[in-house]
């Protein structure tokens, strides 16, 4: 299997390019590639191409380009994942799983039981890059910084909205773009669920037991985000 690495230049058939010194780590050192392998490079925004391994400069793998990796991914609907920010581990497998996921864009919320401190949007990225890597998906979903609760609410999301609530009837899956929003450990207060209801979320069941915030999001894009 041709390894996927992220590489914000794509280099056009015939031509050359250095990659960034990360991703050259990856190919040089981890995963110890030799001249003249093939790689599958990927630039976040959905391009995708062959190139090959044909150099090394000051620490940096150097490569061909050879054309597209593959035809261009079919649309599909628009997901917008609403996330309530969570511990530093939780928030981040929930950034691997929406990736792997299709969604395309994931807006980190403050809610009233939020105990946490917003996370570093640099490594938020670098976990959609690894994701991306893994999953094979071309482009990488779009991540906010982490704004109040009712700051997102009141700002433009697909008109399809559902927000998971403990004890709610499993909902229809919405056709076209839509919005998930899943709350923190605990969930959302009285108060935060009138306001969400209030801004067009349809309430959402997953089912009798209660879920992790983090198996949540995972349930609740499996059932209701799939692209």
Do not use: N
């Not at 511990?87 to 403050?110: D, H, N, Q, Y």
């Not at 640099?122 to 991306?132: C, D, Q």
């Not at 935060?192 to 801004?199: G, H, K, N, Q």
């Amino acid at each position: 299997m041709t390894r996927r690495y992220p590489s914000p230049v794509l280099p056009a058939q015939g031509c050359r390019v250095r990659l960034p010194p990360g991703t050259s780590r990856h190919v040089l050192v981890v995963c110890r590639h030799p001249r003249g392998d093939v790689l599958r490079l990927f630039d976040g925004q959905g391009g995708e191409v062959q190139a090959r391994l044909v150099d090394v400069e000051d620490g940096c793998a150097v490569v061909e380009g050879l054309g597209p990796a593959r035809d261009p991914h079919p649309p599909h609907p628009r997901v917008v994942l609403v996330q309530a920010l969570l511990k530093t581990a939780a928030f981040e497998e929930v950034l691997r799983i929406a990736t792997a996921c299709g969604v395309a864009s994931i807006l980190p919320v403050l809610s009233r039981r939020t105990v946490v401190r917003p996370g570093r949007p640099e490594r938020w990225t670098r976990i959609l890059e690894a994701s991306a890597r893994q999953c094979g998906r071309p482009d990488l979903p779009g991540v906010a910084p982490a704004h109040a609760l009712e700051a997102v609410l009141a700002s433009p999301l697909p008109a399809a909205r559902l927000v998971l609530l403990p004890g709610a009837a499993p909902a229809i899956v919405p056709e076209g773009d839509r919005c998930l929003l899943v709350g923190p450990e605990g969930g959302f207060e009285g108060e935060e669920v009138d306001a969400i209801l209030a801004a067009g979320f349809a309430p959402a069941g997953l089912g009798p037991w209660t879920l992790p915030a983090a198996a949540a999001a995972a349930a609740a894009l499996a059932r209701y985000g799939w692209p």
